[in-house]
């Protein structure tokens, strides 16, 4: 296993009325956040608020190209960005999802107390599988067919790459004492979005190449 420091490059916020920063997602132009009862969707460029929709957002969120999914406690809401409607909801598997994230025709969820990655079907939520993980599972995401989460236990936090198949850990990334880790998100390049759970704050973190 390859082992660092994470190397953050960036922090956002915290945001007016975000206290809480739970999922995260990025369409390509804006990183999307959770934060209890809205979604935001920010300029991680200018840093610059550029709308909110107004959803229950307790935990992780995901974009697959046309629509953000929002967990809502314990179920997947499917919403459209544009109009900020649900346009129909799924049962999320287990009782305490965290990450969300959208991949090959599925959507992946961390289930944080079982400490495992469920693939599942977007349209019915069936879970097709499921990766081990040795530890709790928070933000989850893709990138170039790599598969990585968050953790957050106590002050430590780290971003994990795991082998999907195996859930063998490939490579962690440490935060600093006390930069936990709730949503994540890969901007498909270099970048990582952590959302910051209770410290309102986005940071932004170097994908190791």
Not at 61 to 90: C, M, N, W, Y
Not at 168 to 175: K, Y
Not at 180 to 203: I, Q
């Amino acid at each position: 296993m390859k082992h660092a420091a994470a190397e953050i490059v960036r922090e956002y916020g915290p945001f007016p009325g975000a206290e809480h920063i739970h999922g995260v997602t990025y369409d390509g132009a804006s990183v999307w956040f959770a934060s209890g009862d809205t979604i935001t969707a920010l300029d991680p460029d200018t840093g610059k608020i550029k709308r909110e929709i107004k959803a229950s957002a307790h935990a992780g969120t995901a974009f697959d190209g046309q629509h953000l999914f929002q967990i809502a406690e314990d179920r997947i809401q499917k919403i459209d960005p544009d109009s900020g409607r649900v346009l129909s909801t799924i049962p999320a598997p287990g009782g305490g999802v965290s990450g969300l994230a959208w991949a090959e025709g599925s959507l992946w969820v961390g289930d944080y107390r079982a400490r495992k990655i469920h693939q599942i079907d977007p349209e019915t939520g069936e879970v097709l599988r499921s990766i081990e993980s040795n530890r709790f599972v928070t933000g989850v995401t893709w990138v170039d067919g790599e598969l990585w989460h968050g953790t957050w236990e106590g002050d430590d936090s780290a971003v994990r790459q795991i082998d999907p198949q195996t859930g063998d850990v490939l490579t962690q990334l440490d935060m600093p004492t006390g930069a936990g880790v709730s949503g994540l998100e890969s901007d498909g390049k270099d970048r990582f979005f952590c959302g910051g759970g209770n410290s309102g704050k986005l940071r932004a973190v170097l994908r190791p190449t």
